[in-house]
C-alpha cells in the first residue's frame, strides 16, 4: 500500500514538474539538473545554499546548471528521498534521517564523528556511496552541515543521566538513545511541540543546538543539557543515473563546487557558539554533568547508536564504524 501511495506521489509530482517546466535538460554543451530541498525555503539550510547555487550557475554556465524547484511544497519532507531514487529530481538537500524509508542505513551518517575533509581522505565517503548507489539508487555528492549536536532540552531540572518519569518527544534520530535512559518517549510533530510543552504533555525533546528559536520553543524550555552527541549531518544527494550521465567535465565542476560548499563548513561552529549565547540569554540553564558522567553519557549514546545500528544492517555498520569514528 505505501509502495502504491509513493507511487502516486511521486508520479503526480513529476507530471506537475514537466508541465511547469521544471524538466532537465541536457546539450554536449550544458546540463541543467533540478533540486529540492527536503528542508524549508526560509530555514537557514536553504538560505545558506542560496548564494552557493548562485555561484555555482554563474560559473558553470555552459557547463552545468542547477534549478531550485523548491523546498516541500514541490515534493513533501520524506517523499523526496524517493524523488531521488526515481529520477523524478536530479538533486536534492536532505538528510539521511528523512529518506530512512529508502535505506535504513542512511541513518548511521549521524554517527560521523570527524569531519567530512577527512571522511573523504580515509575512504568513508567512497564506503557511503558504495551503499547509497547499490541500496538508493544515489550518489552521496556532499555534506554542508557539521558540528551541529543534538541536545535534550527540558522543562525539569535532572542531576544525572536517568530520564525515568519523564515524557521526551522524540525523533527516530535518538530514540533507542533516550529509551535506554528510561525516558517515555512521545512522538509528534515540530509544530505541535510548544503546545505539548505548554500542557505538560511532554516533559522535554531533542533538537540540535540550532533551530529552536524558529519555533519559539526557548519560550517553554528551562533547561538545555550538556554535553551534545551525534551530529545533525544534511547533504546533497543526487540520482545515480543522472550523475553517471554527466561528462567528464561536468562532473569535475561539480566536484569542484561541492568542495567549495563544504569548505565553508567552519561557519556551523560560530553559529554553534552564537546559539549557546542566545539560549543562556533567553533564561535557559545549562545542566552539566560531573566530567566521568558526561563521558559516559555521550558514549551511551554512541554505543546505543551503533547497536541499532548493527541490528539494522550489521555488515554496513561494521563497514562504516572504523571510518566514522576518530582514530584512537
Do not use: C
Amino acid at each position: 500500500m505505501k509502495a502504491r501511495i509513493h507511487a502516486k506521489v511521486l508520479g503526480a509530482v513529476a507530471a506537475m514538474l514537466l508541465a511547469a517546466g521544471f524538466a532537465g535538460t541536457a546539450t554536449a554543451q550544458e546540463a541543467t539538473l533540478r533540486l529540492v530541498s527536503a528542508f524549508a525555503e526560509n530555514g537557514i539550510y536553504v538560505q545558506r545554499l542560496q548564494p552557493w547555487i548562485k555561484k555555482f550557475n554563474a560559473e558553470g554556465k555552459g557547463v552545468l546548471q542547477i534549478n531550485f524547484i523548491g523546498g516541500p511544497k514541490a515534493i513533501p519532507t520524506f517523499e523526496v528521498g524517493n524523488a531521488v531514487k526515481t529520477g523524478v529530481v536530479d538533486m536534492a538537500l536532505s538528510t539521511g534521517a528523512f529518506y530512512t524509508n529508502v535505506m535504513p542505513e542512511a541513518d548511521f551518517l549521524k554517527l560521523t564523528q570527524i569531519p567530512v575533509a577527512e571522511q573523504r581522505r580515509n575512504g568513508a565517503f567512497d564506503a557511503i556511496n558504495k551503499v547509497w548507489n547499490e541500496k538508493a539508487n544515489m550518489q552521496y555528492l556532499g555534506r554542508m552541515v557539521e558540528n551541529q549536536p543534538f541536545h535534550l532540552y527540558t522543562t525539569k531540572k535532572i542531576d544525572k543521566p536517568d530520564l525515568t518519569g519523564l515524557k521526551i518527544r522524540i525523533t527516530p534520530v535518538y530514540r533507542e538513545f533516550f529509551q535506554a535512559l528510561n525516558a517515555n518517549v512521545v512522538t509528534t510533530p515540530p509544530g505541535e511541540v510548544y503546545t505539548a510543552l505548554e500542557r505538560g504533555v511532554v516533559d522535554g525533546y531533542g533538537w540540535p543546538i540550532g533551530g529552536i528559536f524558529d519555533l519559539n520553543w526557548q519560550e517553554k524550555t528551562k533547561y538545555r543539557v550538556d554535553p551534545g552527541f551525534y551530529d545533525a549531518e544534511v547533504s546533497l544527494i543526487m540520482h545515480l543515473p543522472a550523475y553517471r550521465k554527466l561528462t567528464q567535465a561536468q562532473r569535475d565542476y561539480l566536484n569542484k563546487q561541492l568542495l567549495a560548499l563544504e569548505a565553508q563548513n567552519t561557519f556551523w561552529a560560530q553559529y554553534t557558539a552564537d546559539e549557546i549565547a542566545r539560549q543562556q540569554k533567553a533564561g535557559i540553564e545549562t545542566i552539566k554533568f560531573d566530567a566521568a558522567t558526561a563521558k559516559a553519557y555521550r558514549d551511551k549514546a554512541y554505543e546505543v547508536g551503533w547497536a541499532n545500528a548493527q541490528k539494522l544492517s550489521p555488515e554496513v555498520a561494521a563497514r562504516f564504524k572504523p571510518l566514522f569514528a576518530p582514530k584512537q
